[in-house]
């Protein structure tokens, strides 16, 4: 199994930019599929963007194409975020996780990171 902790959340006004990390620990990082969730408050954990194992595929929710980047760097068994124009509804906790398409592939979640986008 994955261990993964997610940081470089934060306070930024919206219109700014954040670029979270996630530091993956165990053998199965390289050939895994990543993804980024977020879970505002009073609301469900959704998906926010994917990225295949080689890093040549992404996908994204429709709330954050355009201004989400996901990236990955296999040498180093970490994941990355770049978020720009952020918006208040951007404020959630962000998670990284194994997934199987837009879903987490397993049930358990490793530190998040919060992020908070003030107007």
């Known amino acids: 199994q994955v261990e993964l902790v997610a940081s470089g959340g934060g306070l930024v006004q919206a219109g700014g930019s954040l670029r979270l990390s996630c530091a993956a620990s165990?053998?199965?990082?390289?050939?895994?599929?990543m993804g980024w969730f977020r879970q505002a408050p009073g609301k469900e954990r959704d998906f926010a963007a994917g990225?295949?194992?080689?890093?040549?595929?992404?996908d994204y929710a429709d709330s954050v194409k355009g201004r989400f980047t996901i990236s990955r760097d296999n040498a180093k068994n970490t994941v990355y975020l770049q978020m720009n124009s952020l918006k208040p509804e951007d404020t959630a906790v962000y998670y990284c996780?194994?997934?199987?398409?837009?879903?987490?592939?397993?049930?358990?979640w490793g530190q998040g990171t919060q992020v908070t986008v003030s107007s």
């Open positions: 996780a194994v997934v199987n398409g837009r879903s987490p592939l397993f049930d358990s």
């Open positions: 165990g053998r199965t990082f390289r050939g895994a599929p």
């Open positions: 990225i295949s194992w080689s890093g040549s595929s992404t």
